[in-house]
């Protein structure tokens, strides 16, 4: 729990640069040239769930396995399995991002100067690096040591991205400042976890250590099941924002990833707890069995959904005028930014069910994953053309919600494992009356709104935890 919080208390000091960045991208660089800058990102993003290969939730296993190594078995020194980590990683995103590179480069018959091309086969390389701080932090909080990940991914990477993209605009040279920043931030945090690596491991302890293909391969297939899921979960994540740039345009492509953006606290509410569950509910379905981590993981739903829930409400209430703030022709997303917000929500609260398939049975979690998939593109396919921004919005809660529905069957039928009404009744009751309040007090002002659906939100919460005892503690876990 203090690792968490203290995760949280990152992503409050990452969001000043976030919200910097995001003032400077929207008022200086406008929603096209920062539309074709997200959709280069976005390819990043997804082609690090297919490069990551899993190994920053699954490392933990690896590492929690070798320590449990029987005394006259050959244990392996926890740097050389962190090194066989990053060997898989480095391959694997090294070569996706040629791949890249070279369909680009043909496509555009040369190295593209401007647009989209341009930022999609500049960022490609930096695949390598995200995977590549990914493990590299996963390592450093498998010895406990959290700050490197809060400080990292929280001071280091953004603000520094931030700098580089100001005095790159400053310098005259917009089309490349946002790229320049990008590439600036993940240097930074890579050298910084680096840095993590030898102290929390006391060195990096490379001696004798040679890469074994043997093993190698046969690791990267055991991954196989969990990286087309985190692949297909990256996709997913982006697919909206990859339609409306293809259909829509790049400036469209800005709006909507602004409003993506502005919704970025919600995920990281249940981010700043990924680091804690992870090798919680590896150690739990281990030692305890999948019906116990289960029950541990429905504290952790009730909570993430009550911290989440009123950043929700205050969307709601003030969603128009705050992207407004971030520049002209923003405000039109408002719409989808509430429907974003509430699938954030979904997937992020009830998602976290996802980490007992990532144990249990990857396979499971694939196919549930490709049905979410499928289910949102074909609902973004028929509604966006129609709807724009709003249709795209709608086709993301759509697939959230098909997936939390499959997620929560399977678990219960196959597995044994429920998540009681009673849990989440809570939070999302409060919530309810606090979206009635927010609609009935808006035609007073927003700021009124939001205090009203906050106010009533609270009273309910707290109304509601005194009559049934419940508690917002993470309980049911296996710690050590």
Not at 76 to 102: N, Q, W, Y
Not at 350 to 375: E, S
Request: net charge positive; charged share 10%.
């Amino acid at each position: 729990m203090r690792g968490a919080f203290a995760t949280g208390a990152g992503f409050l000091v990452k969001m000043g640069a976030r919200v910097g960045f995001l003032l400077i991208a929207g008022r200086l660089f406008g929603p096209a040239l920062f539309g074709a800058y997200s959709l280069g990102v976005a390819v990043v993003e997804s082609g690090v769930g297919l490069a990551g290969l899993s190994l920053k939730k699954v490392i933990f296993q690896l590492l929690d396995a070798n320590e449990a190594g029987e005394p006259d078995d050959s244990r392996r020194s926890p740097t050389h399995i962190v090194a066989d980590a990053v060997v898989l990683v480095l391959t694997a995103s090294g070569a996706l991002a040629l791949a890249i590179m070279a369909v680009v480069a043909t496509v555009m018959g040369g190295l593209p100067v401007s647009g989209a091309a341009a930022a999609i086969f500049w960022l490609a390389p930096m695949i390598a690096g995200q995977t590549l701080v990914d493990v590299l932090l996963a390592a450093s909080r498998w010895r406990h040591a959290i700050r490197y990940e809060v400080i990292g991914r929280s001071i280091v990477e953004p603000y520094t991205q931030l700098a580089v993209a100001v005095a790159g605009w400053m310098a005259g040279v917009p089309a490349w400042a946002l790229i320049a920043g990008y590439w600036a931030g993940n240097v930074a945090v890579n050298a910084f976890a680096l840095m993590g690596i030898q102290r929390s491991f006391g060195g990096f302890g490379l001696a004798g250590y040679r890469p074994d293909r043997r093993r190698l391969t046969q690791l990267a297939r055991t991954l196989a099941p969990n990286t087309a899921t985190d692949l297909l979960n990256g996709i997913y994540a982006r697919f909206d924002l990859y339609l409306v740039g293809a259909l829509l345009g790049t400036r469209a492509a800005g709006i909507y990833t602004m409003a993506q953006q502005i919704c970025t606290p919600i995920r990281q509410v249940r981010q700043s707890f990924d680091g804690l569950l992870v090798p919680l509910v590896a150690r739990t379905v281990a030692m305890r069995g999948s019906a116990a981590a289960g029950a541990a993981l429905a504290s952790a739903v009730r909570l993430v959904l009550a911290i989440q829930l009123p950043v929700l409400l205050a969307l709601l209430a003030i969603g128009q005028p705050l992207l407004e703030a971030f520049g002209p022709g923003f405000g039109i997303a408002a719409t989808a930014l509430v429907l974003l917000a509430a699938a954030e929500v979904v997937h992020a609260a009830f998602g976290t069910g996802d980490l007992m398939f990532v144990y249990l049975n990857p396979r499971i979690g694939l196919v549930q994953t490709v049905a979410g998939i499928v289910t949102g593109v074909v609902a973004a396919v028929l509604l966006l053309p129609v709807l724009g921004f709003t249709g795209a919005a709608v086709a993301v809660l759509a697939g959230y919600l098909a997936r939390a529905a499959m997620r929560a069957w399977t678990l219960r039928r196959r597995f044994g494992v429920t998540v009681p009404l009673a849990h989440p009744a809570g939070p999302l009751v409060a919530a309810g009356l606090g979206a009635g309040a927010v609609l009935l007090v808006r035609p007073f002002g927003d700021v009124a709104a939001m205090a009203a659906g906050l106010a009533t939100y609270a009273v309910v919460m707290a109304l509601w935890l005194r009559a049934t005892g419940a508690s917002l503690r993470l309980s049911g876990f296996e710690a050590a």
